[in-house]
């Protein structure tokens, strides 16, 4: 093992493992509703405002986690989030109501809105681009592996031991995880810090709400029409606002002057479109195994493990893939790749064989991790030093985004298809935008993770 790291490998652990926990308790609770409405005694469409009210409040905490990691240092931020999320992880496990139940979960996504963005600077501050393929690596793992394991671990749990140990589990990893943090995190990582842009965040958390609370009732099937119209409305009203505001006041929230660097803006404008399709595809093919085929639950969430195999096979391979042929190459081949394999289950059918049907899902899930690993490094690597907390933080900010509207695009997607098979070359044709992104961007875009100096 290299041991002339510029990064830290137990905070990058730690960091991996508290991104793990963030994304996990977003989608976990799914399968579990009916169990929590038989428990409390109400219908289980009540229990989505527990769903909703976490990862509404996960995206409205976002936009603050660089200032304030700034301001008082990513040891004593991260720290805090990891005691609030492990703490409101543990009254949820005993609440005896859906209030006290959503309120807790409310918490809860506040401190997972601090770990993902703070832990990330944790790791990535003060790393040498030529380490960076590296140490996001650490970090890859834990965003592609939870959305696929969630609803079958939750579901898991509340048919045998119940759904409150899916909270309660939470209690003993937190717990490792703040003591492993008070002895491996840095002391006295604050920093000189503008004033914080209080009606830009204001503005950023209204955006990241509204878009939440319209994304979750779109992916839920909800006839509530006027109110996602009018977050979508109210979303695009304030984006045009601020984003005039940001480019001319001084001090703002983001600074969106970074966005003129390449790998910055290929990362994340073409990168969250990205994020967005393959967030969405386990969702889809669950769909289409279930409803179109006919499939138990159990071999649709047997046969989506394929998918996860995919993401881990091709892990270790992605480093050097990326380091062999650039990054231009890669995230040509991976968008354009993944959009035929995904749009290739337009053929599938009850008749097709389950090999086959594994060995699409193992390709694609192969795919998605190069892709995702390339993504996630080349949006760092031109970065400044004194730059790293914005761009941190405006890339966690479009990457909630960006899985928050995943389910919601597979439900338009299967909604707008005259059967479940057509949902997918209409969700691949949206891999032409970050193509695009991809083949604009320079032949040697990102070669600094590639130097020795």
Same mark, same amino acid.
């Given at each position: 093992?290299r041991?002339?790291?510029s990064f830290?490998?137990?905070i990058?652990?730690?960091?991996?493992?508290?991104?793990f926990l963030?994304?996990l308790?977003?989608?976990i609770?799914t399968?579990?509703?009916?169990?929590?409405?038989?428990?409390?005694?109400?219908?289980?469409?009540?229990?989505?405002?527990a769903?909703?009210?976490y990862?509404?409040?996960?995206?409205a905490g976002?936009p603050a986690?660089?200032?304030l990691?700034?301001r008082?240092?990513?040891?004593k931020v991260?720290?805090?989030? =990891? *005691?609030?999320f492990?703490?409101?992880?543990l009254?949820c496990?005993?609440?005896?109501g859906?209030t &006290?139940?959503?309120?807790?979960?409310?918490i809860?996504?506040?401190?997972?809105?601090l770990?993902?963005?703070?832990g990330?600077?944790?790791?990535?501050r003060?790393?040498?681009?030529?380490? =960076?393929?590296?140490?996001i690596?650490?970090?890859?793992?834990?965003?592609?592996?939870?959305?696929?394991?969630?609803?079958?671990?939750g579901?898991?749990l509340?048919? *045998?031991?119940?759904?409150?140990w899916?909270?309660?589990?939470?209690?003993?990893l937190?717990?490792?995880?703040?003591?492993?943090?008070?002895?491996?995190?840095p002391?006295?990582?604050?920093?000189?810090?503008?004033?914080?842009d209080?009606?830009?965040f %204001?503005?950023?958390?209204?955006?990241?709400?509204?878009?939440t609370v319209?994304?979750e009732l779109i992916?839920?099937?909800?006839?509530?029409?006027?109110?996602?119209a009018?977050?979508?409305?109210?979303?695009?009203?304030?984006?045009?606002?601020f984003? &005039?505001?940001w480019?001319?006041v001084?001090?703002?929230l983001?600074?969106?002057s970074?966005?003129?660097?390449?790998?910055?803006r290929?990362g994340?404008?073409?990168?969250?479109?990205?994020?967005?399709?393959i967030?969405a595809a #386990?969702f889809?093919f669950?769909?289409l195994?279930?409803?179109?085929?006919?499939?138990?639950?159990?071999?649709?969430?047997?046969?989506?493990?394929?998918?996860f195999?995919?993401?881990?096979?091709?892990?270790?391979?992605t480093? #050097?893939?990326?380091k062999?042929?650039?990054?231009?190459?890669v995230?040509?081949?991976?968008?354009?790749?993944?959009g035929?394999v =995904?749009?290739s289950f337009?053929?599938v059918?009850a008749?097709?064989?389950?090999?086959?049907?594994?060995?699409?899902?193992?390709v694609?899930?192969? %795919?998605?991790?190069?892709?995702f690993?390339?993504y996630?490094?080349?949006?760092?690597?031109?970065?400044?030093?004194?730059? *790293?907390?914005?761009?941190?933080?405006l890339?966690?900010t479009?990457?909630? %985004?960006?899985?928050?509207?995943?389910i919601?695009v597979?439900v338009?997607?299967?909604?707008?298809s005259?059967?479940?098979?057509?949902?997918? #070359?209409l969700a691949?044709?949206?891999?032409?935008?970050?193509?695009?992104?991809a083949?604009?961007?320079?032949?040697d875009g990102g070669?600094r993770?590639?130097?020795?100096s």
């Open positions: 093992m041991n002339d790291r830290s490998v137990p990058a652990l730690l960091a991996a493992g508290a991104l963030e994304i308790d977003g989608t609770l399968t579990a509703v009916p169990a929590i409405a038989r428990d409390f005694g109400i219908d289980a469409v009540d229990v989505s405002i769903l909703v009210a990862l509404a409040a996960a995206a976002i986690a660089g200032w990691a700034d008082f240092g990513v040891r991260l720290l805090l989030a =990891l *005691t609030v492990t703490v409101a992880s009254v496990a005993v609440a005896p859906l &006290v139940l959503t309120g807790a979960r409310v809860q996504g506040l401190g997972g809105a770990l993902v963005p703070v990330r600077l944790a790791v990535i003060g790393t040498d681009p030529k380490d =960076l393929l590296d140490a690596a650490f970090l890859t793992w834990p965003a592609l592996v939870a959305p696929v394991i969630a609803p079958l671990l579901g898991l509340a048919d *045998t031991i119940g759904w409150r899916i909270f309660l589990l939470n209690v003993p937190g717990i490792i995880a703040i003591v492993a943090g008070l002895f491996i995190l002391k006295n990582t604050a920093v000189n810090v503008k004033r914080f209080l009606p830009g %204001l503005g950023a958390m209204l955006v990241m709400v509204a878009l319209a994304a992916s839920r099937g909800s006839s509530a029409e006027l109110t996602v009018a977050c979508l409305v109210l979303s695009a009203a304030v984006v045009c606002v984003m &005039v505001r480019l001319r001084p001090g703002r983001f600074d969106l970074i966005m003129r660097i390449p790998g910055f290929v994340n404008s073409s990168g969250s479109v990205y994020r967005l399709v967030t #386990p889809m669950t769909l195994f279930q409803v179109a085929l006919g499939w138990s639950a159990t071999l649709a969430g047997a046969m989506v493990v394929a998918l195999a995919g993401n881990v096979a091709i892990k270790p391979f480093t #050097p893939i990326i062999r042929w650039n990054f231009k190459p995230l040509v081949f991976s968008n354009a790749a993944g035929l =995904l749009a337009l053929f059918s008749d097709t064989s389950l090999v086959l049907i594994a060995l699409l899902l193992f694609s899930g192969a %795919l998605r991790s190069l892709g690993s390339a996630n490094t080349l949006q760092f690597v031109d970065i400044p030093p004194e730059q *790293t907390s914005n761009a941190n933080v890339s966690a479009l990457h909630q %985004l960006g899985m928050s509207l995943g919601a597979a338009i997607a299967m909604s707008l005259p059967t479940a098979n057509w949902a997918f #070359p691949a044709a949206l891999f032409l935008i970050p193509l695009i992104g083949l604009s961007l320079p032949r070669a993770a590639f130097s020795s």
